[in-house]
Structure formats: C-alpha cells, structure tokens
C-alpha cells in the first residue's frame, strides 16, 4: 500500500504532455530568433567566422532578436528543470538553474562588436565570464544528470553522449580555430537544442511510463482483493 501510494505520489509529479509540448514550441522560437538573426546583421557579419553572441552585441541593430531567441531558451530550460525534477535530481535542478541565470546575464551585457566602433569594456568583459558560466554549468547538469541515470541502473542516452563530447571538442575548435568560430559555435547550440529537446520528450514518456505501472499495480491489488 506504502509502494503503490508513493508511486502514484511521483506520478502525479510527472508533466502532462502539454507542458512537454510547450517547451518543445519554446526551443522552436528559440532556434529560430537564433537563426534569422544573421539575416539583419550589416553584410561583415559571417555565421562562419563570427559568434552566435556577436549578433546580440552592443551597439548593433536588431541585436533585439538574438536576444528574444536566448531569453526563449532560458524559459525553456527553467521550465524543464521543474518538469524533469525527478529524473535530474536536485544538483542537475542546480545546474541548469545557474545555467538559465548566466544566459540571462550573458543576454543583458553585449559583447564586443565584431567591426570598429564604440563599446563598453566592463559590459564586454561581464559577457565573456556570463558565457564561460553557461558553457561550464551546462556540461556540468548534462554529467550530472548522466551519472543520476548510471545510479538508477539506466544507460546515458545518445544525446547525453553527444553534448559532452561536444563540450569537449567544440570550444577546442571554436578557439583554435578562429575562422570557423562561429560555425562551431552554432553546432554547440544545436547540439544544446537537441538535448533539452530529447530530455522534454523523455518527459513525455516517463509520463506515460509512470502512469502505466500505477494502473497495473492498481490491477494486481484489486485482482489481490
């Protein structure tokens, strides 16, 4: 009886596939205020060679929406970190919250502009450590909730995999690299997408799974009377 109430306790947690389905629409916006912003940047703007950042940075015209784009994936992510409260556990709920804050920062203080002109040297340098907190807590909530999945006898999943050996390889790239900075950059962000995609879809599924396994544990204890 204790079982079963505390299994329907964790059930009624769950999200219900709506919630799954708004922050799926929340990542769209997102990916797409961050893929037309190039669009509306003066002609030296390369999404080869420059940042995703260097769209929203000061003193540059329509930086408005690269910015919606990132304030879109800040909803979506503290969205998820209560619907998938269970499965992250309360570090990877840790992470990602730091992860939301400094992309939030990293969205208020520009960075640099990529040609000649005025900026604001602090504003500039409160971005790059705002960025480096965002790359740095969403690798860390991504290894975090990888090892929460190992403990409950669970494989990582395959975008799991992928976004760790893109934090690990990519800013090598993004650094070394520096004509294809950009585009290194943008795999990191789709990869980024992916993952909290894949986690609001697992959502939907441990719903479901959940719900399942209450209503045949209902079964047995009614065939037991």
Do not use: C, K, Y
């Given at each position: 009886m204790l079982e079963r109430t505390q299994q329907r306790s964790l059930t009624e947690r769950r999200p219900l596939p709506p919630a799954a389905f708004g922050i799926l629409g929340l990542l769209v916006v997102s990916a797409l205020a961050v893929s037309i912003a190039p669009a509306f940047m003066p002609d030296s703007y390369s999404v080869i060679e420059h940042a995703v950042s260097a769209s929203a940075a000061q003193g540059v015209d329509n930086a408005w929406i690269a910015r919606s784009g990132?304030?879109?994936l800040v909803l979506a992510a503290?969205?998820?970190v209560?619907?998938?409260?269970?499965?992250?556990?309360?570090?990877?709920?840790f992470m990602f919250r730091v992860y939301a804050a400094a992309l939030?920062?990293?969205?208020?203080?520009?960075?640099?502009?990529?040609?000649?002109?005025?900026f604001d040297l602090v504003e500039d340098v409160l971005h790059q450590i705002a960025a480096t907190v965002v790359a740095v807590a969403f690798t860390a909530g991504?290894?975090?909730?990888?090892?929460?999945?190992?403990?409950?006898?669970?494989?990582?999943?395959?975008?799991?995999?992928?976004?760790?050996?893109?934090?690990?390889?990519l800013p090598?790239?993004?650094?070394?690299?520096?004509?294809?900075?950009?585009?290194?950059?943008?795999?990191?962000?789709?990869?980024g997408y992916a993952w909290f995609g894949a986690e609001a879809i697992r959502a939907m599924g441990s719903r479901e799974s959940a719900a399942a396994i209450d209503s045949r544990q209902q079964t047995?204890?009614?065939?037991g009377h």
């Open positions: 990132f304030l879109f503290l969205w998820l209560e619907v998938r409260a269970d499965a992250w556990g309360p570090p990877g709920r939030v920062a990293a969205t208020v203080f520009g960075q640099r502009p990529w040609f000649d002109g005025p991504v290894l975090v909730v990888m090892v929460r999945r190992n403990a409950q006898h669970r494989r990582p999943s395959f975008f799991d995999l992928v976004a760790v050996a893109a934090a690990v390889f090598v790239i993004m650094f070394n690299v520096t004509p294809v900075h950009g585009l290194a950059q943008r795999a990191l962000f789709v990869v047995t204890g009614a065939e």
